[in-house]
């Protein structure tokens, strides 16, 4: 028994010492140029780690990237870009876990002279960053809504929805999606800033899925339980409506009931392909990276700041409804095109 | 542990309290077990749904996978450890067994096989850091489910893997035996199963005995001959084999192995087995309990979203429940023999 624990021991001293070697090769003399992801297992941010790695080549700049263990952590983030502080870049790119904790820290980074863009999610106050490439979350849920509703009228049908979101802390893109979906679909939302004020007749409730398939397959079958004449599912993101689909699947009821999502990641493209979800709307987080590393590579260069796009506070990366069941009035783009431009 | 409480006040309904604590005390299940049937009765009456065959099998779907966590778990609080690595055994595990069939080609069984290896193989690691190196399972089993976590992206690029690309065998633990509206999965079977095994092997062999007296008083068991180290390590050890099996069983309910999921699944699977009566301090508590303190998250969760509770409350409600049971087990504790 002692013996092959100790070999095993020491195997994993080595695995971790030369995982922490290949991790620290610093010090190009080129500046320096951060990115700090929520986490680094998420798909949409490996992809972002992608964009913003090409971008930082091409650019002719290093790329420090740092992420924190999970969604939510803050500590790691704070610690990022004290990190980042004594590299001396010359800025960063984050995906705040915590938009308002970040804040101060973003405040030591200006000191300094940083340039800090805000990434997929805006920090709070949005000022506080220089600037925020995003996907518009409100725009997304809205295309599929009015996706949603095309379809719906066309068909003749009286729609009864599932509102599968992300948590029970009314973040701001569990928010703004899901009330850009029911604006889209054409129903009073009540607050714009709040989850589950609505009461529409056509609502049949709201679940939780923190964003995976488990999540949503469990909120799916108990939505289902409590009213099984649910033919519309909306649903936070990809993942959530697999599962979902399953538990649909299980019922009996997947051929008649429509699942709308957004993202854009290839599975969720694919399923789109199948039939499986009815339209997403995909987002573009390769480009988000590449534009920011880009406007620090700039900044660096003769300190010109971003801008924003016209009409709104950020500046807007896009967003693309993925369809093959087109309906009139709602530009959309098919899955082969899906499958061309889909992340993850 | 002795509790530095004053002694008992006297009062009119001791004794009524003391039978009560005394019968808690020698039948740990009951406390559960009561909490589980007023929940069932208290939902059919919000919700006429609730009492189907549909929705009851439902909730058994949902709760199988995190009862066969706690299932290892039981036996780690059994011996006055925890784990906080059993979700990310579990999931890794899964992770694994999917990247052994659709990457290196291995035929379903062979992967699935290595998949149990692997896991086990996970908890004799945390076995032998807790009996060979003497650190706490706490700090141990906290770096673990760090390290697995990480080598679970590393392995699957943070992809799901389909479950349509892995053969049958791999998502079969999803697959279901309808009993009228009633629908059983195999992974639920399998999950019975287990619990009934380790309700007679706790029950009826030297080994469950050892493992409630190592969790008693370690040093007595020590003296009494009985080779402490050896009881902890297997525990570990088996433990992790049932994380893997949840793996599967979790293959089977995603229909694919999703690297995202169970990031909760350490601490769902301690709530299941506090709740279910086992102590934290060890030497008390029962496998059965914790079957119904799975039971009891899944009926809470699926019952209150039936009766039009907003889910900021459903989190609300296990937390109290979770409170509830750990001051229960204080005041049995503090029975006088």
Known sequence: MRDPGRLLALGCVVTLLTGTATACNRGSGEDVVG?????????????????????????????????????????????????????????????????????????????????????????????????????????????????????????????????????????????????????????????????????????????????????????????????????????????????????????????????????????????????IIGATSMQFPLKMAQLGVDAIAAYAKDGTRPQVTPGKDFYDTGTELITDDPQAGVEAKDSTWGKQNCWG | MSSTTADFDV?????????????????????????????????????????????????????????????????????????????????????????????????????????????????????????????PPFIVTLGTLTIFFSLNSVVSNSETVRGTDMPGLMTWTGNSIPIGDFRLTYGSIIMLLLFGFFFYALGNTAWGKHVYATGDDSEAARLAGIQTNRVLFSVYTVAGLLYAIGGWILIGRLASASPNVGVEYNLDSITAVVLGGTSLFGGRGSVIGTLIGALIVGVFRNGLQLGGVEVVWQGFAIGLLVLVAVSLDQWIRKVRT
């Open chain 1, 35 to 275: 990115l700090i992801t929520k986490t680094d297992t998420n798909p949409f941010f490996v992809q972002m780690r992608k964009g913003a790695q090409s971008a930082a080549e091409q650019q002719g700049v290093e790329l420090q990237t740092f992420a924190g263990k999970q969604d939510g952590d803050n500590e790691a983030q704070v610690q990022a870009i004290e990190n980042l502080m004594s590299f001396g870049a010359k800025g960063f790119l984050i995906t705040p876990n915590d938009s308002k904790a970040i804040v101060p820290s973003i405040d030591k980074a200006h000191e300094v002279d940083m340039l800090v863009i805000a990434l997929d999610t805006p920090v709070d106050p949005p000022n506080a960053a220089d600037a925020t490439f995003a996907t518009d979350n409100y725009q997304a849920g809205k295309l599929i809504g009015q996706w949603a509703r095309a379809k719906f009228e066309k068909d003749g049908k009286e729609a009864r929805i599932a509102m599968l979101d992300l948590n029970a802390n009314q973040v701001s893109v569990d928010v703004k999606r899901d009330q850009g979906f029911l604006d889209g679909f054409g129903i009073d939302i009540g607050d714009p800033n709040r989850i589950g004020d609505e009461n529409d007749p056509r609502i049949a409730g709201h679940d939780v899925t923190d964003g995976a398939e488990e999540g949503g397959r469990t909120a799916m079958e108990n939505l289902l339980q409590k009213d099984s004449s649910i033919n519309l599912v909306y649903t936070i993101n990809e993942p959530a409506a697999a599962g979902a689909h399953l538990a649909l699947q299980a019922a009996g009821k997947d051929k008649d009931t429509v699942i709308v999502s957004i993202d854009g990641g290839c599975p969720g493209v694919d399923n789109v392909a199948k039939g």
């Open chain 2, 11 to 135: 009062r009119k309904d001791d004794s009524l309290g003391l039978r009560i604590q005394h019968l808690l005390h020698s039948n740990p299940v009951l406390g559960p077990l009561a909490v589980l049937v007023v929940a069932i009765i208290a939902f059919s009456i919000v919700n006429g749904r609730f009492l189907t065959a549909t929705n009851l099998s439902l909730v058994l779907q949902q709760v199988t996978v995190i009862a066969t966590l706690a299932l290892g778990q039981t036996l780690i609080i059994l011996t006055a450890g925890i784990d906080l690595s059993a979700g990310a055994i579990a999931v890794f595990s899964s992770i694994l067994m999917a990247t052994f069939c659709v990457d290196a080609g291995m035929p379903g069984i062979v992967a699935l096989l290595l998949g149990f290896a692997c896991g086990t193989a996970m908890g004799a690691i945390n076995g032998f850091l807790v009996t060979r190196m003497k650190l």
